[in-house]
Structure formats: structure tokens, C-alpha cells
């Protein structure tokens, strides 16, 4: 069946090779999206490991460019899998992780310890004796409690440990409230004023090495000025080797939704503004996740009732159990029928319906007022960008055993994550 091209609105949105056949199926990773369903089941998340890859080095590309020592670590909380850890490990990029889960998983994915940093606000003791063994890259202090667990920690296996400290720079950028991170009340980091004391005690320490600052101001962030302000305030601070900017580019969700800056715009924009502020020299460290991961991916669901109270309700077999993000941050998705993408043109038989999950909430809604083309039960629906905090979020709610992950590539699927069973629900009893 020849391929023709996918409508052009739809391309910024799904997979890099997407395509649509000439009866208006959808195939990503060469791989027909019918059959995906069929085979592997639903509700499915579908990885493009070229779209993945392609990303990861236009990152690394655009940051070589920008400055020879920037460096481009993956922010792993967006998709924490081993499979995605070893794609981008290969391409060559470092590793964020926010918990001894995700270190594990990191190393296991095929990161080496060198080009892994390790963060969180409340890092345990165990968390923090992990990393220490495992000698990680650099350590982001987030509070003078982690420095003195940290200091004993080291002092008991007689180590050293370089760290970045984490400031709160006080800048709030446009993004939903929940995840905008660096405003003057957060939990993450030191407020400016309390940094400088915990400075001067990591400068002092003999077992730490403080190698300069990090802040992350917020997620989904499609303008580049707060980044400058940010800089601006934690210049108040001295002068550092390594500036950790804290990725946070934002993605496009839908096909009207807001544009962010292009890859090689933020780092060069990024790069620049370390330079305005504190000199040519300087280590840049930049934390994307969910602009490495969120097109890489699709998720699959099958209808399992069309029903009208007032409106029309298309129920699927999954819902905030793989998607949480329309209920924590009333996140926009586009939804489409995959053997009938007839693209963003209304067609006649579309209908507006609201798309909902099978869960016993009435938030769980996966899109309001989408527009489906004639939607029946048995049909496969399909939410691109979905590869960031996506299965990251993934619960067991209403005893819903986890969706797999499918790596697709040229033609071929394998399945990277198994879908749970009803098994592993009970392996958590006693
Ligand atoms: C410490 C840290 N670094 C980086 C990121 C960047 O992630 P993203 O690019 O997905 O916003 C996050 C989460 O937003 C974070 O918590
Ligand atoms: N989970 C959030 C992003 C959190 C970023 C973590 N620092 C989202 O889906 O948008």
C-alpha cells in the first residue's frame, strides 16, 4: 500500500516518518498502526526509536555548536525506561536522575557513572550512599539537611564528591503552576539568600567539591527570557566553572497549540545568555526531558462504548491510569481514529464527543470535545506526544495493569517494557 504524506499539521505533532497509506491509516515507524493494535494489544504506548535518536542528536548537535564543552544531559523523569536510557546513552548524552529507581535504571540502561547527576529534594540516606558508591558525575544539593547526610556519608567511606547546588533563582516562567519550579516559593533548592550560607559551607567542606550553580525553573516553557533572568539572579552569587540551566523546553501538543523555540534556538540562546552573564569558558550543563522524548511516542486505545448524555462519550480502555497529564494540568491532547486520519479538515461524519478513560472519576477525561470521524466501539484511537511523563506517570488505578512500551523501526516492533498482568497486581501483597 503506498504511503502518502501525513496532512503537514499533523507532522509537527506525531512522529518524525510518520506517514498515512492511501486508505488513510496511519503507519509510524513503518509499521502499520492497525496492526500494532491488533498485535500487541491496547492501550499501547508505540516508540519511534528514529524520531527518539534523531532528537537526541539534534540536541547534542545544537549544543556542540553553540560551545565545544556544553553538555546535554537527559532529564530521565520524562520516560524512565531502560530502553530509552540506552538509546540516548548511546547518542552519546548524560543522565539526570531523580531517585535511586532511576539510577538504577540508568546504569542499567548503559549509562556510565561519570555522566550521570543525581537530584531531588528529599534524597535519602540510601539514595545518597548509592550515588556516592556508584560514583556519580556530581550530586545536585538541594538543602542543608542533604549537606550534612551528605558529609557524613562521604566521611564514613573516607570519599570525595563533586556537587552542583541548586538555587531557586526566583524567576516563574509561563507554564502551569504545578510544575513551574523556581519562583521564590518552592520546595526545590535554596532561595537566594539561603545558598549563599550553604555556599560558603560547601566551599569550606573538605570532602565536597562545589562546582557551580543549577537552577531549573519550570516545564513545558515555550519563551527564552526567563532563562536570562534566571541567570541574572543567580550571578549575585559569584562566579562558577559549571552552569546548569535545567532543560524545561516545552513541546507543541496539538496542531494549534503554542510553538516552542526550535532545538537550536534554545541552545544557542542558552549558551549566549551564560556568556552575557558570566564570560566565554564556561561549563553549560542543559536537562532537556520532555522535548527528547514527548513526539518520540503514540499511545493506542480501542473504544469500548459511544454513548450521548447531552453529549456524545467515547469511552477507551485506558485513560489517567496512562495519561495523567489532562487531569493534573488540564493538558490538551489531539485524538484520531487510526484507520480513518482524515487530518485536521472536518469531514462529514466527524463528531464532536468528549474522549474519556474507564476510570471511576469523572476528571478522567483523556480529550473534551474532540473530533472523532464517526467513532464506533472497536476503533483504535490514537494520542501522539505522549512519550513524556506519559508511562513515567503510568498508575494502576482501578487495578489496571501497566501498559508495554513498543519500540517501532523500520517495519519492526519489539516490545521494550511488558504490559503487566493481573500478577503483578497481587505480587504486592503478603
Ligand atoms: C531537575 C530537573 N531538571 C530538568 C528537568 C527538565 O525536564 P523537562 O525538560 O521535561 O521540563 C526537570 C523537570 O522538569 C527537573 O526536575
Ligand atoms: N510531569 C510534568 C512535568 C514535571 C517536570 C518535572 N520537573 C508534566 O507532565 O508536564
Not at 497509506?21 to 508505540?46: K, M, N, V
Not at 537527559?74 to 539526570?96: M, Q
Request: glycine residues 10%; hydrophobic residues 40%.
Amino acid at each position: 500500500m503506498p504511503a502518502v504524506q501525513l496532512d503537514p499539521r499533523l507532522a509537527t505533532i506525531y512522529p518524525l516518518g510518520t506517514e498515512v497509506d492511501a486508505r488513510g491509516r496511519l503507519r509510524i515507524g513503518g509499521c502499520d498502526a492497525l496492526e500494532l493494535a491488533r498485535e500487541f494489544g491496547t492501550p499501547a504506548y508505540f516508540v519511534v526509536e528514529d524520531d527518539l535518536r534523531t532528537r537526541a542528536q539534534a540536541f547534542v548537535e545544537a549544543f556542540r555548536a553553540a560551545s565545544p564543552t556544553a553538555e546535554v544531559v537527559f532529564a530521565s523523569k520524562a520516560f524512565p525506561c531502560t530502553a530509552v536510557y540506552r538509546v540516548l546513552a548511546e547518542e552519546g548524552i548524560g543522565c539526570d536522575v531523580a531517585s535511586a529507581g532511576e539510577l538504577a535504571s540508568a546504569l542499567r540502561g548503559g549509562f556510565a557513572p561519570r555522566d550521570i547527576h543525581l537530584h531531588g529534594n528529599a534524597k535519602t540516606e540510601e539514595e545518597l550512599a548509592y550515588a556516592v558508591e556508584a560514583r556519580v558525575r556530581e550530586i545536585v544539593v538541594d538543602n542543608a539537611d542533604e549537606i550534612d547526610r551528605l558529609e557524613r556519608i562521604l566521611a564514613e567511606r573516607d570519599a570525595r564528591q563533586r556537587v552542583l547546588i541548586r538555587v531557586a533563582p526566583g524567576v516563574s516562567p509561563d507554564t502551569h503552576p504545578s510544575i513551574s519550579t523556581g519562583g521564590p516559593n518552592t520546595k526545590f533548592g535554596f532561595n537566594p539568600e539561603a545558598a549563599r550560607d550553604a555556599i560558603a559551607r560547601l566551599r569550606a567542606s573538605e570532602r565536597i567539591d562545589l562546582e557551580g550553580i543549577h537552577f531549573h525553573i519550570g516545564s513545558q516553557i515555550m519563551e527564552l527570557a526567563p532563562f536570562g533572568a534566571a541567570l541574572r539572579a543567580v550571578s549575585e552569587l559569584g562566579d562558577f566553572g559549571t552552569y546548569n540551566l535545567g532543560g524545561g523546553l516545552g513541546v507543541q501538543y496539538t496542531v494549534d497549540g503554542p510553538q516552542p523555540p526550535s532545538i537550536e534556538e534554545y541552545a544557542s540562546a542558552k549558551v549566549r545568555l551564560v556568556e552575557e552573564v558570566f564570560g566565554p569558558g564556561k561549563r553549560v550543563i542543559d536537562e532537556p526531558g520532555r522535548a527528547l522524548t514527548a513526539r518520540s511516542t503514540v499511545t493506542l486505545y480501542t473504544v469500548q462504548s459511544v454513548k450521548r448524555n447531552v453529549v456524545t462519550w467515547v469511552a477507551v480502555d485506558g485513560g489517567m491510569s496512562d495519561n495523567l497529564r489532562p487531569m493534573l494540568y488540564d493538558a490538551r491532547y489531539e485524538i484520531d481514529v487510526v484507520d480513518r486520519m482524515t487530518g485536521p479538515q472536518p469531514s462529514e461524519d466527524d463528531v464532536v464527543a468528549h474522549v474519556t478513560g474507564k476510570h471511576c472519576e469523572s476528571g478522567d477525561l483523556l480529550v473534551r470535545d474532540a473530533r472523532l470521524n464517526a467513532p464506533r466501539v472497536g476503533d483504535v484511537l490514537v494520542t501522539p506526544v505522549t512519550g513524556a511523563y506519559g508511562h513515567a506517570m503510568a498508575n494502576t488505578y482501578n487495578g489496571s495493569p501497566r501498559p508495554p512500551v513498543i519500540f517501532v523501526s523500520g517495519g519492526d516492533a519489539r516490545v521494550v517494557v511488558r504490559r503487566e498482568t493481573r500478577e503483578d497486581l497481587f505480587a504486592r501483597d503478603v
